[in-house]
């Protein structure tokens, strides 16, 4: 059963803007953490962006200022919002959330359980 589940994936120039989501409703664990990491073709996992239950975001250095990180309890939907996009944001990105009592939800690139990924590219 996918448990979250993200989308609004797509091609965009660079400069543009995309905004992510992620269905979290089947998630039935508490979501202490939740978070985007993202995965280059060929490339490490790399964290992007975490909220925490209490609502504290961190951001990855290479998306600060571009990127923001929100949720909507009501819809039960976690949201990416990319701006300013460059070349270099293209990867496939995963929507992830932890129920574990972590000490911090860190850049969200070792959250416990994610999505099948979105593919997002950008062009010049």
């Known amino acids: 059963q996918v448990q979250l589940e993200e989308s609004g994936g797509g091609s965009v120039q660079a400069g543009g803007s995309l905004r992510l989501s992620c269905a979290t409703s089947?998630?039935?664990?508490?979501?202490?953490?939740m978070g985007w990491f993202r995965q280059a073709a060929g490339k490490e996992r790399e964290g992007v962006a975490t909220i925490s239950i209490n609502g504290i975001r961190r951001y990855s250095d290479s998306v600060k200022g571009r990127f923001t990180i929100s949720t909507d309890n009501a819809k039960n939907t976690l949201y990416l919002q990319m701006d300013s996009l460059k070349p270099e944001d293209t990867a496939v990105y995963y929507c992830?959330?932890?129920?574990?009592?972590?000490?911090?939800?860190?850049?969200?690139?070792?959250?416990?359980?994610w999505g099948q990924g979105t593919q997002v590219t950008v062009y010049s």
């Open positions: 992830a959330a932890d129920w574990r009592p972590l000490l911090s939800c860190g850049d969200g690139s070792r959250l416990s359980d």
């Open positions: 089947a998630y039935t664990r508490i979501k202490r953490c």
